[in-house]
C-alpha cells in the first residue's frame, strides 16, 4: 500500500481544512487508516484512527470533538475534517495503514506511511 496525504495548508485559529490521503492496491479496505502528526521540536503524536469498515473511529483527547475521520472504501482515501484549528494543531500531518481491523493509537502498530502534509495554524 502506498499513501499520499494532501490538504494541508495555511489558515487562521478558528478555520478549517480537510486532509486526504489516497492510497494504491487492492486491499485499502482491508487496513485500518490512522493520522498522526509532529509538531516542531515535539515527538509524533497519535491524533486519529478508523477501522476499515468505517464504523469504529477513534480520537485524541486533544483533537476530540474538532476533527473528524472517514473513509471512502471506493476511492481508496481516508479523510480528516479538521474544525476549530488552534494554533497548536501547527504540525505535519501522517497518514498511516495498519493491516488488520482495527487501528491503533501507537505508530509502531502500522505497516505503511505516507509522506505528511505540513498543517499551519496562525494565531
Known amino acids: 500500500v502506498q499513501l499520499q496525504a494532501s490538504g494541508g495548508g495555511l489558515v487562521q485559529a478558528g478555520g478549517s481544512l480537510r486532509l486526504s490521503c489516497a492510497a494504491s492496491?487492492?486491499?485499502?479496505?482491508?487496513?485500518?487508516m490512522g493520522w498522526f502528526r509532529r509538531a516542531p521540536g515535539k515527538e509524533r503524536e497519535f491524533v486519529s484512527f478508523?477501522?476499515?469498515?468505517?464504523?469504529?473511529?477513534y480520537y485524541a483527547d486533544s483533537v476530540k470533538g474538532r476533527f473528524t475521520i472517514s473513509r471512502d472504501n471506493a476511492k481508496n482515501t481516508v479523510y480528516l475534517q479538521m474544525n476549530s484549528l488552534k494554533p497548536e494543531d501547527t504540525a505535519v500531518y501522517y497518514c498511516?495503514?495498519?493491516?488488520?481491523?482495527?487501528?491503533?493509537?501507537?505508530?509502531?502498530?502500522?505497516?505503511?506511511w505516507g509522506q505528511g502534509t505540513q498543517v499551519t495554524v496562525s494565531s
Open positions: 478508523i477501522d476499515w469498515t468505517g464504523t469504529s473511529t
Open positions: 492496491g487492492r486491499t485499502f479496505s482491508r487496513h485500518a
Open positions: 498511516a495503514a495498519h493491516d488488520t481491523y482495527s487501528g491503533s493509537v501507537s505508530a509502531r502498530d502500522y505497516d505503511y
